[in-house]
């Protein structure tokens, strides 16, 4: 780490960061145990840094932080890529109808593979499903190619299945999966009801959170299945900045937040997915007092970046998770949706691709590994910490980074809006290249979901 810091000192960013008083490349970590070593203390220290040096863009709920500049890229880690054991033995392909051979240890590595075309499309489109939320309704929208629809994930050393409405329901017959965090578990929820309706009509039985629904369940009859989402954009309890309250977020990293807490009892399956809000200033608490800051000028708090912030979060709620519902659940954890601005949200342009990226064409880097290679460290030390209870407390990330980063082509980008040239090109134009058109990318990774959920059954 040591040598790692001379390194970094000498790049501009390292320069700037200190230059400018933001620390001395340390950050405290106080709050984790002596025994989690952060390797990569510095560097991350050097990212947040960066992030917080620009200017942040207000756009709906997010603040966007523009891409990395090249000169602070770094190397593809060496993580193993999938929590799951190694898929080294998965080959001949793992196909559906093998179920019942397969043994335990086989397990597909789907976080490996390239898009390929695929003439079947989606099973439901933007005028079929009813819940899709109106920016990432891209056809409604009026996005005009339509060819982002027809690519499904291969991944090299077995088949995917496509998604199976009807499996879903049997699996979930009698009982409820809820999707619990951000926007992005929204978009995540969307893509699976929409899908799963088009086999069974669902009952909307639950709506509260204002006009933006952010508190839904629904029901589908049929099967006696449950499906909800909650807003709660940390997992654990905490107070967004709005318009009234605090210019920042507030977060209280030693306790879950209890909108969702409270209904763990009536759940079997909870998807977790946060990420972005993390990026926004905030000031933290843990047990109480103060912990530092990210991005809060003015307020005399310690710059501690949103790096260790996230890794505390996750190992808050998967710990409370495993604590309050060692009688069993299924946990999994959506890992980083990358973004893929070009240039700024605000232009022509931001995110114009229309397919995707091919195999080796993008590397895996910067904030998007960071952030996906410590949700799947605490996934993993999560199931460790559990010990002898893995039989009812399943944990399982759901490894969509790499996948989606390939997908440049799947935002709404300026159909984030109806019809938004429909007087020619403006000045401005608003983009949306953070969450992903519906139909769309999402869907593959219910698709993957299923198989997750029939794997963490097997056991
Ligand atoms: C959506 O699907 C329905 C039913 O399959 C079809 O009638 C309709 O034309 C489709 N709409 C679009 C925009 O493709
Ligand atoms: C329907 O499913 C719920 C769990 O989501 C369960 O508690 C309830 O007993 C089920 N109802 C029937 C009639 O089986
Ligand atoms: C800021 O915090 C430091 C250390 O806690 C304290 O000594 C100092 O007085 C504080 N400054 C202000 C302006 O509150």
């Not at 409604?140 to 690519?151: I, N, Q, V």
């Not at 103060?290 to 710059?303: D, S």
Request: glycine share 8%; net charge negative; hydrophobic share 35%.
């Amino acid at each position: 780490m040591l040598e790692k810091h001379k390194d970094d000192r000498k790049s501009p960013g390292a320069w700037r960061a200190t230059k400018d008083g933001f620390g001395n490349g340390t950050p405290t970590s106080s709050f984790f145990p002596k025994d989690h070593p952060f390797p990569f203390l510095t560097r991350k220290f050097l990212q947040w840094t960066f992030y917080l040096l620009l200017p942040f863009i207000v756009f709906r709920f997010y603040f966007y932080p523009s891409p990395p500049p090249s000169h602070l890229a770094i190397p593809l880690s060496s993580l193993p890529l999938n929590s799951s054991p190694s898929s080294s033995s998965s080959f001949p392909p793992q196909l559906p109808e093998e179920e019942g051979i397969l043994s335990k240890e086989t397990a597909c590595d789907y976080t490996q593979g390239k898009w390929v075309p695929d003439k079947m499309g989606p099973l439901y489109n933007g005028t079929t499903c009813g819940t899709i939320k109106d920016g990432q309704n891209c056809m409604s929208h009026g996005r005009p190619d339509l060819g982002f629809l027809y690519w499904r994930w291969q991944p090299q050393e077995c088949q995917l299945p496509r998604f199976d409405p009807n499996e879903f329901l049997q699996f979930f017959a009698d009982r409820h999966i809820a999707f619990v965090g951000d926007s992005m578990a929204r978009n995540q929820l969307e893509s699976l009801v929409c899908m799963v309706s088009s086999v069974s009509p669902p009952n909307l039985v639950y709506k509260n959170g204002d006009d933006d629904n952010k508190f839904r369940r629904w029901h589908f009859a049929s099967h006696n299945a449950s499906v909800s989402i909650y807003w709660s954009p940390f997992l654990v309890k905490g107070v967004e900045k709005s318009k009234n309250g605090p210019d920042h977020n507030e977060l209280y990293l030693d306790r879950i937040d209890e909108r969702w807490g409270k209904d763990l009892d009536g759940i079997d399956t909870i998807v977790l997915s946060i990420g972005h809000w993390f990026l926004h200033p905030a000031v933290y608490l843990d047990d109480g007092k103060v912990l530092g800051c990210h991005y809060c000028p003015g307020l005399n708090h310690t710059e501690i970046g949103f790096y260790d912030v996230l890794r505390k979060a996750v190992r808050t709620t998967l710990n409370t998770i495993s604590d309050r519902r060692g009688d069993g659940i299924d946990v999994i954890l959506t890992t980083f949706s990358p973004s893929h601005f070009e240039g700024d949200w605000d232009k022509f342009g931001a995110c114009p691709k229309t397919e995707p990226y091919g195999e080796g064409e993008k590397l895996l880097e910067g904030m998007d590994a960071d952030m996906r290679k410590i949700e799947v460290e605490e996934v993993e030390s999560a199931r460790l910490g559990i010990g002898g209870n893995q039989k009812k407390v399943r944990l399982e990330a759901l490894d969509v980074t790499r996948l989606s980063l390939m997908r440049p082509d799947g935002h709404p980008g300026p159909y984030m809006y109806p019809f938004p040239f429909a007087n020619g090109v403006g000045e401005r134009v608003q983009n949306d290249c953070v969450h992903w058109c519906l139909p769309g990318p999402v869907d593959t990774w219910n698709q993957i979901l299923l198989q997750v959920i029939k794997r963490l059954r097997r056991q």
